[in-house]
């Protein structure tokens, strides 16, 4: 009698060293019936990340907020939502938690968002880098740092300012992605930004 294996719930993030890409793509296809749980893989090294109720609460209310402001700037924007990026070229796979093209839609990302919950395991930015996304978010404890890619595409610098979306009010933005109602939260943002104007 053949019984499917259903991995066991992921509760802290998990580093696996030496995986081979074939290795990481049988794992892959193992937790397909597992939900709550994020890959990164980096140079045969393997990440899996739980994925919990206050990680999907700020991905939502940073995606709504960003997504409401660039409507009412008018800016065209694809959003990508978190789908795995990279290849084994590459020796790199992200599953971002947003991301969009701000244009035209490209097979990479432009600005990526991410939720740290937990920090530490492979180094983010190393495979946007390699996927050559302009900039990294990324929000952790009510803080939003924002990482810009580097014209000669060898890392990341730290901004104040986003170069992508120059006119965002990041303190207003940032004031209302610790707001206590989502709703609430996205229309007091853009009552604000139409009161800079």
């Known amino acids: 009698m053949v019984t499917s294996v259903i991995p066991p719930r992921i509760r802290e993030a998990q580093i696996f060293p030496k995986v081979s890409w074939q290795q990481f793509e049988v794992i892959d296809k193992a937790f ?10 980096l140079d045969n090294t393997l990440e899996i990340m739980p994925i919990s109720d206050d990680h999907e609460d700020f991905k939502t209310i940073l995606r709504m907020l960003l997504e409401a402001y660039m409507r009412a700037k008018r800016i065209r924007f694809y959003g990508r939502g978190g789908p795995s990026l990279g290849d084994e070229a ?29 920090s530490g395991g492979i180094d983010k930015l190393e495979g946007y880098r390699r996927m050559g996304v302009a900039e990294v978010w990324f929000w952790e404890d009510g803080v939003l740092a924002l990482y810009g890619l580097q014209q000669d595409g060898a890392g990341y610098v730290r901004m104040a300012q986003s170069q992508l979306l120059p006119e965002l009010p990041l303190d207003l933005f940032c004031r209302y992605a610790m707001y206590h109602d989502q709703f609430d939260a996205v229309d007091e943002f853009l009552t604000a930004i139409d009161a800079i104007e």
């Open 90 to 118: 590459l020796g790199v796979r992200s599953e971002p938690d947003e991301a969009y093209n701000l244009g035209v839609r490209n097979p990479y990302p432009d600005l990526v968002l991410e939720v740290v919950i937990t």
């Open 32 to 41: 397909d019936a597992v939900s709550g749980v994020k890959f990164r893989y």
